[in-house]
């Protein structure tokens, strides 16, 4: 794209710093969002940080979904840009309220450096303690300027009293110069330190700030001595700061101490991410954050079991705006007999009814075969996406989500490492024919498909027009069998993407006959590279011939993740 003449000159004028004093007085504030992009786009942190620390506007976001061919805001710059946040709170130029970071995070060591989403979220962090440190510090120096104003008041006070009262003493010395209590004894007294006379008080004749401030306690508690501490102050918030938080052992407390204390940054929740945390401190962190904004939770690797997740359930249900929920590796193993499993996975059950306004639920490797009709029924609104890999599904599990209202309305739907054989295929056949309308991501690697399995499955794949990815890795097919199946994919005029495993014959002999999903990965593929060369030219070739050259076929084993493997 052809960048316009306001980029062009906005990169001209943020690559010289030494320049910035004479152009930031006077540049208008309409302009501030082009010379702050190009400042992200060409690196330059400094600029960053002053243009942030005077913005004119009372929002500005960063992040987001960026363009094709934008790379992601460099480290040094969204540093220098929660530091300019800070510095900005002190700043009255600045007029932000309103700052969202959500989607501003990338995968740690991209290319650019750009800042992950577990670095994001300590900094935010260490932003928000920082701001609440500065409003304390201001708040002490604005309370000892004002004690010493208070006290150097009442030294003048005192100062006009002492002078009126010697001049009143001066005169009765005039008029009654043999009467007792005269200046004579007055001296007398005073140098004697005698407490009868008419000489100055105790707190009169001391002259020491701290000093005089501690007999006034004294005099105020009865002559004992009381400590005292300043008042937490009351930070108003100054700035609401959004951002996608992610949590886990290692920054726990840094969020809990940001979250939990008052100050001029008040950090929001778009979507939270947890993972190697415990159900009390996962609780903890829900009933931190705000009820009004959290979009999604995700937790992992967390040992919750059925009992604890069903303890969270309800503090989730206080996040009104709550679509998607991500459970994944939570050790829900339920195969086991445990005793009150089954009032377990019912309160579970009940919990996630109260989400009402769910649409995304992903269950990976819960292990809660038999128990989909259990889960899915007490849900209020049927689900739009749908990921139950590693669930160990069964034949009644897939019968149920055929018939089951959410059939009709999914978009997305992952079925991976489920095993599946001639008795769940009927299920699966009506479950494609009800999501046929709005289908358009479907994922079944590793579920065991062999060209036959695969045969009586291609004619309900076909009638999914409205589909763009497929996922089919690890699947036992032969090359006849792959050949059917690109041939249906080339049918579905939407399809963007189709990952296909490698046929049986680029493997070395010796594989067993219906191989699993963990067999395919790690057994060897034959050495010679024109085994596999053949097979993409020959695939290659079926695209031309027909026109699909928008269709990407990509290989599984060059774009499946491992660890997901058992």
Known sequence: ?????????????????????????CVPRELYGSLLDAAFTNCRPLAV?????????????????????????????????????????????????????????CEEGGVGDPMGGWSLTVALCTMAVQARAGAQRAHRKEGERERKRVLAMEREKDVVKRERGWGKRVGEEKEEPGEEGGPGEWVRNVQEGSDTGTGPREEERTTGVRRRMEMERKRM????????????????????????????????????????????????CRYLRVEELSVSSIGTLLDLLPSQ????????????????????????????????????????????????????????????GQLGQLRRLSLTALRLPGHLRMLLSSLSHPLEVLELPYLSLTPADLSYLSCSPHAATLQQLDLSENRL??????????????????????????????????????????????????????NPLSLTGLLELVRTAIRLPSLKQLLYPNPLEDYQPGLPALPSSAQLLDWPLEEMMEVHEATSLRLENMLTESGRSDLLLTCDLLNYDKDMVD
């Open 49 to 105: 940080g002053e243009l942030v620390q005077r913005w004119p506007e009372r929002t500005l976001r960063v992040g987001g979904r960026r363009r094709a061919g934008q790379s992601p805001p460099n480290r040094l710059c969204v540093q220098a840009l929660l530091l300019a946040v800070v510095r900005g709170l002190s700043d009255k130029r600045c007029a932000l309220q309103a700052l969202d970071l959500c989607g501003l995070q």
């Open 421 to 474: 054989d001639e008795s769940t295929l009927p299920s699966l056949r009506r479950l494609l024919s009800q999501a046929s309308g709005g289908l358009l991501h479907l994922c079944l690697s590793g579920c065991g498909l062999n060209d036959g399995l695969l045969g009586a499955l291609l004619p309900s794949l076909g009638c999914c027009r409205a589909l763009r990815s497929l996922g089919l890795a690890l």
């Open 221 to 268: 508690t009865g002559g004992k001595a009381v400590e005292t501490e300043d008042p937490e102050p009351d930070c108003e918030v100054l700035v609401r700061v959004r951002a996608d938080l992610f949590i886990n052992a290692r920054s726990w407390e840094r969020v809990r101490m940001a979250l939990g204390t008052a100050g001029p940054l008040k950090l929001q």
């Open 293 to 352: 904004g959290v979009l999604g939770v995700d937790i992992r690797y967390s040992c919750l079991g059925v009992a604890g997740l069903a303890l969270l359930l309800p503090q989730l249900s206080t996040f009104s705006s709550l679509t998607s929920l991500r459970l994944h590796y939570c050790n829900l193993d339920v195969r086991r007999d445990l005793a009150g499993q089954e009032g377990a996975l019912r309160d579970m059950s009940d919990g996630l």
């Open 1 to 25: 794209m052809v960048p316009s003449l306001v980029n062009l000159c906005a990169k001209e004028v943020v690559s010289d710093h030494s320049s910035s004093a004479s152009w930031l007085n």
